[in-house]
């Protein structure tokens, strides 16, 4: 235990869908980061909060939508995926200086 | 930014033998850092090492750091069958990862 969730664990979804993929963390912590691992590719960092605000968008689709609302959780709302968008999906949460990163279970998205 | 790259990309051990795998980065860095990464699970911080610092211990690791040669190396002695994991570096202080070594201890 990290004390980072992430709901659901797997994700079965279709094109058209609307889904949505949480995380949470009881650290106290003020950053917060989504990553992206496909298969036999390193982890892509996605999207950075800091106090609630996005301080980094690495060039990700807009097909994925972050949502901070608070320090403590963190969401990635999915819509109109492609298949090649199976992965799974980490978030992370790290202190002030930023160092030390605590991950989540992750979440196993596979796009029909 | 930058990611460190891992050597070598696998490494297949037999218990109780040690493990090193290796981190090469470009840039100057405050730190870098190791991570564990069991199969389709998150990371796990392992150990942190600064760069006024050459060598780190953990229980079982050993984390050196030569910022002259900007490298850095892990090595895990008496490995054990529950060390199979893919095994991160990340230099500086922007948590950029690279492919990982893939570590397989046999019982």
């Known amino acids: 235990e990290t004390g980072v969730t992430q709901t659901p664990r797997h994700l079965v979804m279709g094109m058209t869908n609307k889904k949505s993929l949480k995380c949470e963390q009881h650290l106290g912590h003020n950053a917060m980061y989504w990553y992206k691992q496909s298969a036999k590719k390193p982890l892509e960092l996605m999207f950075v909060y800091n106090f609630k605000e996005q301080t980094e968008n690495n060039s990700v689709p807009s097909r994925f939508s972050p949502e901070c609302p608070n320090s403590s959780h963190l969401f990635l709302h999915l819509h109109t995926l492609q298949p090649e968008d199976s992965a799974l999906y980490l978030c992370?949460?790290?202190?002030?200086?930023?160092?030390?990163?605590?991950f989540g279970p992750g979440t196993r998205l596979t796009v029909l | 930014s930058q990611q460190g790259e891992e050597d070598p990309q696998a490494l297949s051990i037999q218990e109780g033998e040690n493990a090193t795998m290796n981190c090469s980065y470009k840039t100057s860095i405050n730190n870098l850092q190791w991570y564990r990464q069991n199969s389709g699970r998150g990371l796990v911080h392992l150990i942190l090492i600064r760069s006024n610092e050459r060598e780190k211990h953990s229980g079982r690791l050993r984390v050196t750091l030569d910022t002259s040669k900007k490298s850095s190396s892990l090595l895990i002695t008496a490995s054990r069958a529950a060390d199979t994991a893919s095994y991160f570096c990340a230099p500086g202080g922007k948590l950029i990862f690279g492919q990982g070594t893939e570590l397989s201890v046999k019982p």
């Open positions: 992370a949460s790290s202190g002030t200086g930023g160092n030390e990163q605590f």
